[in-house]
């Protein structure tokens, strides 16, 4: 079956760096999403990821390993705002979206 | 980057009674939209497909008799509630996907807070 994999919750210090984790197991792969969602609003996009490799933008950053089947978030210099939920989602042979059940980041000052 | 407006982002309404919620592509042609439902503290849950001009694919364990999908434009896909119970209060979000794009990438409306008395 189709799965995704990811820690229910995290807790980080402000100004800190945390790591969010994601395996999955597909019918095929075209891609794995990260999308962040704060509380009571929609899911907004961060990142795609179709290559091995890190991919880098501004204080988040993704990677990807096709031969693992795993990929993670790396959020740098946290800020009070980074807290929210952050869903891991990957792309099956039909491009049909497999959703993780997200892991809820809790950022401390 | 694309956009997506969904509407009515809050709605309230009594036990029996029909709501129906809109999803627009303002900027983009959208062949596919999504519709989620998203109970609180929970992830998305994928209620059904909708392609313009055919019938919706619904995820199972969805009723397609009580929730409508009509996607009748590129632009627009409408989701109706019907006869709504206070079990049905949720959130529900659509997302679209750009008709000329292979990636997957999906662009998320607002979301609707619908609250059955």
């Known amino acids: 079956g189709q799965n995704i994999d990811q820690p229910t919750e995290m807790t980080a210090t402000e100004g800190a760096i945390v790591q969010i984790n994601c395996t999955y197991q597909?019918?095929?792969?075209?891609?794995l999403f990260w999308y962040q969602q704060h509380a009571g609003e929609a899911p907004t996009f961060l990142s795609y990821?179709?290559l091995d490799g890190l991919e880098e933008k501004g204080r988040f950053s993704s990677f990807l390993s096709r031969s693992k089947g795993y990929s993670y978030l790396l959020l740098k210099e946290l800020q009070m705002k980074d807290s929210a939920s952050y869903l891991c989602?990957?792309?099956?042979?039909?491009?049909?979206?497999?959703w993780g059940a997200g892991t809820k980041l809790i950022i401390k000052p | 980057g694309a956009v997506v407006s969904q509407h009515p982002s809050r709605v309230i309404c009594k036990s029996g009674t029909s709501v129906k919620i809109e999803c627009r592509s303002l900027?983009?042609?959208?062949?596919?939209m999504f519709w989620y439902r998203q109970f609180p503290k929970k992830s998305l849950m994928l209620m059904a497909t909708?392609?313009?001009?055919?019938?919706?694919?619904?995820e199972q364990g969805v009723e397609k008799d009580k929730f409508l999908i009509n996607h009748a434009s590129l632009t627009l896909s409408t989701l109706t509630v019907t006869s709504a119970h206070p079990e049905d209060s949720s959130f529900y979000i659509c997302?679209?996907?750009?008709?000329?794009?292979?990636?997957?990438?999906?662009?998320f409306g607002e979301g609707s807070r619908l609250t059955v008395l």
């Open positions: 997302s679209a996907r750009e008709a000329s794009q292979d990636t997957g990438e999906l662009f």
């Open positions: 900027d983009f042609q959208a062949t596919t």
């Open positions: 909708s392609n313009e001009g055919s019938k919706a694919t619904y």
């Open positions: 597909t019918s095929g792969f075209n891609g």
């Open positions: 990821n179709v």
């Open positions: 989602a990957a792309t099956d042979s039909n491009y049909q979206l497999i």
